[in-house]
């Protein structure tokens, strides 16, 4: 049983910042890349950005520039730094984990931004 668990959303003002942080459990044998999505109400699930074990990133374009993704994916930790954030950012934020047997999900954390 692999398990992902994340934190740091909350609420913030437009503009300001937050970090999110995921640590994965369980039955591991590899992962091939982690990153973040969201899904805002009424919108379909997102890619917002993925680090793969050798270090290489990739972003949404939406967020390229004021989020950074960053961790280790050997050591089965990543984290999302987001700052100058937009109302539009508002969402609930999953961790994700690509392994050879599939993907596993954390169970979402809220980012709220108030304008």
């Known amino acids: 049983q692999v398990q992902l668990v994340e934190s740091g959303g909350g609420l913030v003002q437009a503009g300001g910042s937050l970090r999110l942080s995921c640590a994965a459990s369980?039955?591991?044998?590899?992962?091939?890349?982690m990153g973040w999505y969201r899904r805002a109400p009424g919108k379909q699930r997102e890619l917002v950005a993925a680090?793969?074990?050798?270090?290489?990133?990739n972003y949404a374009y939406s967020v390229k520039g004021r989020f950074t993704i960053s961790g280790d994916v050997a050591r089965k930790t990543v984290y999302l730094q987001m700052n100058s954030l937009k109302p539009e950012d508002t969402a609930v934020y999953y961790c994700?984990?690509?392994?050879?047997?599939?993907?596993?999900w954390g169970q979402g954390t809220q980012v709220t931004v108030s304008s």
């Open positions: 369980g039955s591991i044998f590899r992962f091939n890349a």
């Open positions: 680090i793969t074990s050798g270090g290489n990133t």
């Open positions: 994700n984990a690509n392994e050879i047997r599939g993907d596993y």
